[in-house]
């Protein structure tokens, strides 16, 4: 394959944002926002077809000298992530089809810009265009927020636009010094430079705790389960899959390659952040009387779990952490756009006003169900090998570390189970409701309404969350087939020399 079509990620989905602002047109908007994040989906699964004999394809842009040039750079983990986070705005995109958000202005060239934004962060192999990518996907972001939002909701989602400001700010800021210290961007040129340089360590360290930041890690975590219910469920599900999971693999992609499989000094300081992001938000989710509020704390747990990956740097580790990444995207993918159906349907997703939903809505229960499995880790779902994977991972580590992690691992489980009990007994179990009562956008609470047999969340509005349900189930039952795509996306990481090579020959 031509490295030169990697560009194509992200010229197509630009383009195709822009032509929808001249264009207007209803079923136009439509084929590209589905179009696109299918055509990326399958572009990079042709890249893992590819990376299966050639393990990095790079292309300098505008073909200039190596270390000068912007680097495009595709690996098995960016294909994987490509083909993840593509697929799922893809099925987002079908369920905002079903609200009829999408013929709200600018909605769906906004979507595509974002996921310009995102495979340019996930293609980029230059920390500064890094923090150019993730500010494209930033600056539509704050406009979905808007768009899709109430006068209530706009007011907490302040919180998003300032802390992702401030912390791109920071960002900025750190690959400045980045540069100042080691005269490049480029990240196969900063190979092992942490472990060498204490300068570019700190430097580094800057670069790493915005990241963290973005990805919602403790304590600085509050902002994510404050800002993403202030959108619609189907924007905060785009949010889910897109933003916290590309600073994730940010984080992986930066640290694994200035430390070049080493622990950073700070380390032990990461086993207690990590530690701390499970079980606050497992255990803040006892505190939430929304459902997507429960689930955005879950969120943030699943950001504690993936992080293990660092803690206990490995090939191991990696592959369960990678694992348990594209489970959380795709699990809480399904979670967030079924809850999104109930609350277009009753009008609300508080627990105090549903009820017995089990019986007027069976296979949206069974399907929540999967799906809250799925969370805590419990068959037949993805969770259960993620978790299993991780607890792997920790026990080979076989010091404190390794035992805190799993202690941590069957603790935030156990949390998570109670604290998801109370969101099932609430909406779905007792009698089924003979009223109902929806939010009302201004006071909060909109009158009582007597339910009729049609009232029930219909199937097209289920069935994008069906849809990712459907993948967890599947990846439970074929995770033989997809565990050597996972291991060949951390064995990138940890053998650098293929990436090096690739960027400077």
Request: avoid cysteine; glycine fraction near 10%.
């Amino acid at each position: 394959m031509n490295p030169a079509f990697l560009t194509l990620f992200v010229a197509i989905p630009l383009f195709s944002a822009g032509f929808l602002v001249v264009v207007r047109h209803a079923i136009t908007d439509r084929l590209l926002l589905l179009g696109v994040p299918a055509l990326i989906a399958g572009g990079g699964a042709l890249l893992l077809v590819e990376h299966t004999h050639t393990p990095v394809l790079a292309h300098q842009v505008g073909g200039f000298l190596p270390g000068v040039a912007i680097p495009f750079v595709s690996d098995t983990l960016t294909a994987l992530m490509l083909v993840v986070t593509a697929g799922t705005t893809f099925v987002v995109g079908t369920f905002l089809i079903g609200t009829g958000e999408d013929r709200y202005r600018f909605v769906p060239s906004l979507v595509l810009m974002l996921t310009a934004g995102v495979d340019g962060a996930l293609l980029t192999g230059d920390l500064f265009n890094l923090f150019v990518w993730i500010e494209v996907m930033l600056l539509p972001s704050y406009a979905l927020l808007a768009l899709a939002g109430t006068w209530r909701r706009l007011g907490v989602g302040r919180m998003f636009v300032l802390v992702n400001l401030l912390t791109s700010t920071v960002l900025l800021i750190g690959v400045g010094y980045v540069y100042a210290v080691t005269g490049t961007v480029t990240l196969a040129a900063l190979a092992g430079v942490a472990n060498e340089n204490p300068r570019a360590a700190l430097a580094f360290l800057v670069v790493l705790a915005a990241l963290s930041v973005k990805a919602g890690i403790a304590p600085v975590h509050g902002w994510l389960p404050r800002s993403y219910p202030a959108t619609s469920a189907g924007i905060m599900a785009l949010f889910s899959a897109l933003h916290t999971k590309v600073g994730l693999y940010a984080i992986f992609r930066v640290y694994s390659v200035v430390y070049d499989g080493r622990p950073a000094p700070w380390m032990p300081v990461l086993v207690i952040l990590v530690v701390a992001t499970m079980l606050l938000g497992a255990l803040a989710t006892f505190g939430e009387s929304r459902i997507r509020s429960i689930l955005a704390y879950q969120m943030v747990s699943g950001v504690g779990h993936i992080l293990i990956g660092l803690v206990v740097l490995g090939a191991l580790s990696l592959s369960a952490s990678l694992f348990y990444l594209v489970h959380h995207i795709v699990t809480m993918g399904a979670l967030l756009l079924l809850a999104g159906a109930i609350e277009e349907t009753y009008g609300t997703g508080r627990l105090d006003r549903l009820q017995g939903l089990v019986a007027r809505d069976p296979w949206v229960a069974v399907a929540f169900a999967l799906g809250l499995f799925s969370l805590v880790g419990l068959p037949p779902t993805s969770g259960l090998w993620g978790k299993v994977g991780l607890v792997q991972a920790a026990s080979a580590d076989g010091t404190w570390v390794g035992w805190t992690l799993i202690s941590a691992i069957v603790l935030a489980s156990i949390i998570s189970l109670l604290a998801l009990q109370r969101l099932w007994n609430g909406v779905f179990w007792g009698r089924p409701m003979e009223r109902y009562r929806p939010d009302h956008p201004t006071t909060g609470r909109g009158p009582l309404i007597d339910i009729t047999d049609d009232v029930r969340v219909s199937t097209s509005l289920a069935m994008p969350g069906y849809t990712l349900i459907t993948i967890s189930v599947l990846m439970f039952f074929g995770a033989g087939p997809i565990m050597p795509v996972i291991q060949r996306a951390a064995d990138g990481l940890v053998d650098l020399q293929p990436y090096i090579q690739a960027v400077l020959p």
